[in-house]
């Protein structure tokens, strides 16, 4: 019974740590395709800023792990948190990610081969009224 114990307190102490989360790095910037002139006042994010948020004049980011592919496109990404809740900038990010609207800057720090978790902006261009 002794020598199991030993074997298995040998196990895990030998088994990897999770680590904790005030461990997680810091979200990396992403790369946006230039916005058509038609989306400009909506900022970067153009066309994929929801249009519940737009209506509410809501502003935030969401915050996407996603595995960084060949010249920075970002692939099997998923949201980790969106900020507000309910105006859907996590699903906006995605499908900003899935159709590479943005990408991984390899210039700060995003390494090819690598998954990373990025910070996605929804801020307007201006706050002036339409």
Known sequence: MQKTL???A???AMAPVAARADETPAPLAVRFTESPKAYQ???????YYPEIAVARRTTGSAVIDC???RLGALDRCAVV???PKGVFFGAAALRMAERR???AD???GAKEGAQARFLVPFEFATMKAR
């Open 6 to 8: 030993t074997v298995l």
């Open 10 to 12: 040998a196990l895990a």
């Open 41 to 47: 006042r909506l900022g970067p994010v153009g066309p």
């Open 67 to 69: 595995d960084v592919g």
């Open 81 to 83: 948190e969106e900020n």
């Open 101 to 103: 609207w943005i990408g």
């Open 106 to 108: 390899l210039a700060a």
